[in-house]
């Protein structure tokens, strides 16, 4: 059984910093594409950031390019995400989600396996 477990949320300042991780078990992760997402108050679940399966390549959304990095482990079991000069808008649930398929995809139904999220919030 899959399982992706987040953790490292909370309540931050604007410009201030969080790192979420990604605890995943159950599956072969290193061929896995992996991803982070989010999803504020009446709004769609979106996506973040993301590697190929290769763990070579990664993958971020405009809004949070050159702000946020994603990272993974040598054994391929966790992922991360730095978060840096956080804003308001970044305000959201943040979701871990794993691909079977290595390919890399942005949208939320290209992935099989999702984390119970984890909360970021950021005051102005």
């Known amino acids: 059984q899959v399982q992706l477990v987040e953790s490292g949320g909370g309540l931050v300042q604007a410009g201030g910093s969080l790192r979420l991780s990604c605890a995943a078990s159950g599956g072969t992760f290193s061929s896995y594409a992996m991803g982070w997402f989010r999803q504020a108050p009446g709004k769609e679940r979106e996506f973040v950031a993301a590697f190929s399966g290769s763990g070579i390549t990664t993958y971020y959304a405009d809004s949070v390019k050159g702000r946020f990095t994603i990272s993974r482990d040598n054994a391929k079991i966790t992922v991360s995400l730095q978060m840096n000069t956080l804003k308001p808008e970044d305000t959201a649930i943040y979701y871990c989600?794993?691909?079977?398929?290595?390919?890399?995809?942005?949208?939320?139904?290209?992935?099989?396996?999702w984390g119970q999220g984890t909360q970021v919030t950021v005051s102005s």
């Open positions: 989600a794993a691909r079977t398929s290595g390919n890399y995809r942005r949208r939320v139904e290209d992935y099989d396996y």
